[in-house]
């Protein structure tokens, strides 16, 4: 930095802010604002009152009779979710392997390609005990449908309305396989 910016440095950061003195009552603030010297004992007066004030009006109210309005909540069932799409693409059939992965994994769609490959592979899918997740759906009834249906072959099916399987396990696209090392 050279001396001009660095004497500038100074001047402009480097300027007396506030000058305290001590009186019996209060800390005395006198403030430097560029030549202008104000007191701060002309606001303390008000801050008194205003403290004064306010312990008057909180000190009659009793704690039970404060009411906070609370929002009323209303608890979301599944068949608000729908309909729920993934950026996933629907088509090429795909098995990934990954380590440490202990219990087999499917995502389908409710799209017709989906469903066809989910009840082609409905009996090793069971005998995996694989757990079945949608991640794209139109109508809450035909999901409901086929998780029924799927309940019947032994097989969880869950929704998923949350396209995460891109960023975990670089999917793009479903139906897919997930399953562990030897499995």
Do not use: C
């Amino acid at each position: 930095m050279n001396k001009i910016a660095y004497a500038l440095a100074l001047f402009m950061f480097v300027q007396p802010v506030a000058v305290a003195q001590h009186t019996d009552k209060h800390q005395v603030i006198s403030i430097d604002a560029g030549g202008v010297t104000v007191d701060a004992r002309l606001y303390y007066a008000d801050i008194s009152r205003a403290n004064a004030a306010a312990q008057l009006s909180f000190s009659s109210v009793k704690r039970e009779d404060i009411r906070i309005p609370q929002p009323e909540l209303v608890p979301m069932e599944e068949r608000d979710f729908f309909p729920f799409t993934s950026q996933m693409l629907a088509g090429r059939p795909v098995t990934l392997t990954q380590a440490h992965f202990y219990t087999p994994l499917f995502v389908i769609g409710m799209d017709e390609f989906s469903v066809q490959w989910f009840w082609q592979n409905a009996e090793r899918l069971a005998s995996m005990k694989a757990q079945g997740v949608v991640i794209e759906a139109r109508r809450y009834q035909d999901f409901e449908r086929l998780r029924a249906d799927a309940a019947q072959s032994g097989i969880t099916l869950n929704m998923m309305p949350i396209d995460i399987f891109p960023k975990v396990y670089g999917l793009q696209s479903y139906p897919a396989l997930i399953v562990g090392q030897g499995q």
